[in-house]
């Protein structure tokens, strides 16, 4: 197995000692010429109101949100000049209908989630018992709710698909949604690891039917499957859906068997549903840009999507929960390559991510790719020192072999698929292998 072929110098690898040479076109550093920035939105919901009441301190709470809002509004650009935030388009949405777009309508949230579900969360905005609101959370896992929680995740979907409106007007050309609670577990009848409503779900429903944006990709790079996302478009050919997650034959969050190679879609929806489930911990920079380039890019170019949707979590970045080795460089670097898709409409939505201070790192170097104009030709030339440096070996002959098997799996499963994945499927097992971990949501 050669150890020198990709551009990232990752340091202590998922297979070792590996030390790979660092191109040094891949550095997220940008010029910071801000007169040539891109027109980035940025919109903080923090979710105030909704938070555990038996355990302050939990990892999904509010302070995850002002803690970024206050880093971004602090830190310099290499400039030292403006800080990110100055830099951004910040969109005010205080949940009271109050902003430049109007609140989402039932409608709106019905496009994704059942009546039922809805009716379930109404219940809970007119409660004032704690131990009904206990009640009513225990039937899902890893929930809770208090009066307020409805209002806040509904702020929040509606923050985002405020941000898209703009993009989709060219008002805007990206933006990052930081937001909460998280969406990406919430499925059409209820919630699950600290989501309540999937904003990403509603707002590809939203750009679909109000913004006129037919195709939409949403990517999954949260450590933890988008179970519920998965779950909102199976059957639908227009969105097509990717997740790459720790997954581990189903034995880590959600538990569920369905985050593997072999749920496709069905239906018109074969087909379009892709997931990259890791079954060993320590993935790192190598693995995803191999995933990228490998998996994501060619079928996403084959798509030619609308819009982008990022389901954003830190949760596999190297120091927060996830186990994994993801640095905030390399999250740069995945951005930067999506916003070579849409005509760089790219609109992320945060999810996990626990640590504050990685989450904060994480955050200001996306939204550094993000704001870079100069982001196509940066990653043209990362593309071509990615590929020089292979030096004829195959990419994933260059990266931890459980990760290559997982990503042969799902390459043999959609292969029948996409004509940019014929031929590209020699040696995987889609039998999948489980190591009996676990994890956290979101």
Not at 296 to 321: Q, T, Y
């Amino acid at each position: 197995m050669s150890s020198k072929c990709l551009p990232f110098e990752i340091g202590q690898s998922a297979v070792g000692n590996k030390r790979i040479k660092r191109d040094p076109s891949a550095t997220t550093a940008n010029a910071n010429a801000t007169d040539t920035d891109h027109r980035t939105g940025l919109v903080f919901e923090s979710g105030s109101n909704h938070f555990d009441r038996h355990n302050k301190l939990h990892v999904e709470r509010p302070c995850r949100i002002k803690k970024v809002e206050e880093h971004l509004k602090k830190v310099k650009s290499l400039d030292g000049q403006k800080s990110i935030a100055d830099r951004c388009q910040l969109l005010e949405n205080d949940g009271d209908g109050n902003s430049e777009e109007p609140w989402l309508g039932d409608y709106d949230y019905l496009k994704v989630h059942l009546p039922g579900y809805m009716q379930l969360l109404e219940r809970v905005s007119t409660c004032n018992c704690h131990n009904r609101l206990d009640i009513e959370a225990e039937q899902f896992k890893s929930i809770y709710f208090t009066t307020d929680s409805f209002r806040e995740a509904k702020a929040a979907a509606s923050s985002l698909c405020h941000l898209v409106s703009r993009i989709a007007s060219g008002k805007l050309d990206n933006g990052f949604a930081v937001i909460r609670p998280p969406g990406h577990h919430a499925e059409p009848n209820g919630a699950g690891g600290y989501c309540v409503i999937n904003n990403v779900a509603v707002a590809a429903k939203y750009a679909q039917e109000k913004l006129g944006m037919k195709k939409i990709l949403i990517v999954d790079w949260d450590v933890h499957h988008g179970n519920g996302t998965q779950k909102c478009f199976f059957d639908d050919p227009n969105v097509l859906c990717f997740s790459v997650h720790r997954h581990h034959g189903g034995n880590f969050y959600p538990f569920l068997q369905y985050g593997g190679a072999k749920s496709v879609g069905t239906g018109a929806g074969e087909g379009f549903n892709i997931n990259v489930g890791w079954n060993e911990n320590n993935m790192g920079d190598d693995e995803y840009l191999v995933v990228w380039e490998k998996l994501l890019m060619p079928v996403a170019e084959e798509f030619n999507p609308d819009l982008v949707l990022v389901s954003a979590g830190f949760d596999a970045a190297r120091g927060d929960v996830g186990e994994c080795l993801v640095t905030p460089d390399c999250f740069a670097r995945l951005t930067r390559r999506l916003k070579m898709l849409a005509d760089g409409k790219v609109v992320l939505s945060l999810e996990g991510g626990y640590v504050r201070s990685v989450l904060c790192e994480c955050i200001e170097n996306v939204l550094e790719s993000l704001l870079d104009a100069s982001s196509s030709d940066r990653c043209r030339t990362e593309v071509e020192a990615f590929h020089k440096n292979l030096d004829g070996n195959d990419m994933l002959d260059c990266i931890c072999p459980s990760a290559a098997r997982s990503i042969r799996d799902t390459i043999k499963v959609h292969s029948k698929y996409w004509n940019c994945l014929r031929g590209e499927c020699q040696g995987s097992d889609t039998s999948g292998d489980s190591n009996g971990q676990s994890g956290d949501p979101s």
